[in-house]
């Protein structure tokens, strides 16, 4: 028999970001406790299964109406569907109780999420705009090099934008069920109590970081998106590290274009 989304037998919970924005390691410092899932890849399959539907929605009058008899019915499809994926991913992880997917392709949908699972919890990794933006850069670098020119980086200082804004616009959706982690004051190990305290996790193990994993983690320097802090330490090491990627007049550019949501994550943050 199917679970019900409503009353999962487990906490489900979802670590979102912007790219960039320490979601991996923030997963990482949740599985280090016993009642939760091993460190696992990212649930990509789970996001493609969710941006399926904004693509049904999208051609509704097109194409989905001929299946579909409205558009609260292609959502309440989607929401069964995607509750059945959440289901195999927690019995193929050997029903832990926590179970904690990342993906930060997904924070854009979290809204719905929020919706579908109404106790699931939202861990949103913030950094500061000009580190996730230098980081994009070394990224785009190492795909294609000399592409990460000045329109790249305000592309990213806009989505930086959107994804934030988004889920500061939804607040009122999660119902006190999202909790904003500041990247600086959790590599400074700040924020950890803050964060079992949210969670219900009191285990947590800043020192275990890493070490439970359902794969040989092991630094993949064929992933372009792979960090050098994956699968070390907790450090404080690459907070500034737009320093050595942006020039100052860019660092002061991207900083203007993002500090009125910085600002406000800030804020949401104290409150």
């Keep these: 028999m199917a679970l019900d989304r409503r009353q999962l037998p487990f906490t489900l919970v979802f670590v979102v970001g912007a790219p960039r924005s320490g979601t991996s390691l923030l997963q990482a410092l949740v599985c280090t406790s016993p009642l939760v899932n091993p460190f696992v890849g990212e649930c990509s399959y789970l996001?493609?299964?969710?941006?399926?539907?904004?693509?049904?929605?999208l051609h509704f009058n097109l194409h989905t109406r001929s299946y579909f008899t409205d558009l609260a019915a292609v959502e309440s499809f989607h929401a069964d569907l995607v509750s059945s994926v959440v289901e195999q991913h927690w019995r193929s992880?050997?029903?832990?109780?926590?179970l904690a997917l990342k993906d930060p392709n997904l924070t854009m949908l979290s809204p719905s999420l929020a919706r579908w699972f109404p106790e699931a919890r939202f861990l949103v990794a913030t950094r500061d705009p000009r580190d996730v933006v230098a980081s994009r850069v070394k990224v785009?670098?190492?795909?294609?090099?000399?592409?990460?020119?000045?329109?790249?980086?305000?592309?990213m200082a806009h989505e930086y934008n959107a994804?934030?804004?988004?889920?500061?616009?939804?607040?009122?959706?999660?119902?006190?069920r999202m909790l904003l982690v500041d990247y600086e004051a959790l590599v400074t190990e700040q924020d950890i109590a803050?964060?079992?305290r949210f969670l219900n996790l009191p285990d947590l193990d800043p020192a275990a970081v890493w070490q439970r994993s359902n794969f040989a983690i092991e630094p993949n320097r064929?992933?372009?998106?792979?960090s050098l802090l994956h699968y070390q330490p907790i450090s404080a090491n690459a907070i500034g590290s737009f320093r050595s990627v942006l020039d100052e007049a860019t660092s002061a550019e991207v900083m203007a274009h993002c500090a009125p949501v910085f600002a406000e994550l800030r804020r949401v943050r104290r409150d």
Excluded: C, K
Excluded at 48 to 53: D, E, Y
Excluded at 140 to 155: E, K, M, N, T, Y
Excluded at 222 to 226: A, F, I, R
């Design 194 to 196: 803050g964060i079992a």
């Design 47 to 57: 996001t493609s299964v969710v941006w399926s539907m904004n693509s049904a929605l």
């Design 222 to 226: 064929d992933n372009v998106w792979d």
């Design 140 to 155: 785009q670098q190492r795909i294609a090099p000399g592409s990460a020119d000045h329109d790249f980086v305000l592309r």
């Design 163 to 176: 994804i934030y804004r988004h889920l500061l616009a939804n607040r009122a959706v999660f119902g006190g």
């Design 93 to 98: 992880l050997a029903e832990p109780s926590v």
